[in-house]
């Protein structure tokens, strides 16, 4: 399995500027804030199962842990927690990843955009606190290769769940 080794903060900071932009939510108004912690760890989960399982390469190298919330990277959870979640600006922020393709870096865009727009919170955690997130012991990592193996052979999941609409790809800030 291929390690891309991208950095987690970057990576959470583009899927925040893919949610505020594709929704156009405004940042200076607080109540509008749409993208908690918990649905943001929810995003890269799915972001990092969607790679394991369909392309056999990890995004990056820090592990999700088993919380009584769902699966969590610690050390971004404790970020946004405690500065909350704000948009980061697309000119000063833009995010390259030259460890994606194009087309890797758009599946990943049209995943977190069609995930956002169906599932609210609760949602999205019900659909990945499955086998994987009930069978690991409390606090303990989550192992890559279970995730893998689960959403490779599962169709009840997240994978088949998407849609693929042609018509997200007009929504997401796709640049190569």
């Not at 908690?36 to 369909?54: E, F, G, I, T």
């Not at 194009?102 to 019900?126: F, G, M, W």
């Not at 069978?135 to 009840?156: C, G, H, L, M, P």
Request: with cysteine; charged share 25%; hydrophobic share 40%.
């Amino acid at each position: 399995m291929e390690n891309l080794n991208i950095d987690i903060k970057k990576f959470s900071e583009y899927v925040v500027n893919i949610i505020y932009d594709v929704n156009n939510f405004d940042i200076n108004n607080t109540e509008e804030q749409k993208v908690s912690p918990l649905k943001l760890q929810n995003l890269l989960y799915c972001a990092y199962a969607w790679a394991l399982a369909v392309w056999d390469k990890k995004l990056w190298i820090n592990n999700f842990e088993k919380w009584v919330i769902g699966p969590i990277i610690p050390e971004i959870y404790h970020d946004y927690s405690k500065n909350g979640v704000r948009l980061f600006n697309w000119e000063d922020y833009f995010i390259k990843f030259s460890e994606l393709t194009n087309l890797e870096k758009l599946d990943l865009e049209v995943l977190i955009t069609d995930l956002n727009a169906k599932y609210n919170d609760v949602e999205l955690s019900n659909l990945i606190n499955n086998e994987i997130w009930k069978n690991a012991k409390a606090n303990s990592i989550i192992k890559d290769e279970a995730i893998a193996k689960y959403y490779a052979e599962n169709n009840d999941t997240f994978l088949d769940k998407i849609m693929y609409d042609p018509s997200l790809e007009s929504t997401v800030k796709f640049f190569s």
